[in-house]
């Protein structure tokens, strides 16, 4: 797959990170679906994200008049049904929540495209279990 043909990206980490992402792939006229595991990480997910989407307008990486662009984003509750139609799936989580797709590979080859991207930024916790 060429860069170019990228059009679809999937959002795998709904925190800072992940919905920085977001703001960023949505600014550049990419169609994005997150991943959210419960209602109350979407509700998290969307208050990151209309944080992130006014310093993209801020700083011009968006039309001043896209003032609700972040609103285009949609959230599934299925790892599987986000990455489905990805190009490229951007993954921002925690190591040991288990959602890295790094260490999940076979939903990804599964339910994902045949040829996709991943870019992966999973940071350890250094909490215990």
Known sequence: MHPGD?????????GTIGSGWAAVYLAKGY??????????????????????WSKIL??????????????RVKCVRSLAECVATADYVQESVVEELG???????????????PTFHISSYVHAYAGGR
């Open 6 to 14: 990228v059009s679809r990206i999937a959002i795998v980490g709904t």
């Open 31 to 52: 169609s994005v679906t997150a991943y959210v595991r419960t209602q109350a990480s979407e509700d998290k997910f969307y208050s990151f994200l209309q944080a992130a």
């Open 58 to 71: 801020v700083r011009g990486v968006a039309s001043a008049s896209d003032t609700d662009g972040w609103r």
């Open 99 to 113: 959602l890295s797709l790094c260490s999940s590979r076979a939903t990804v080859d599964c339910d994902g495209k």
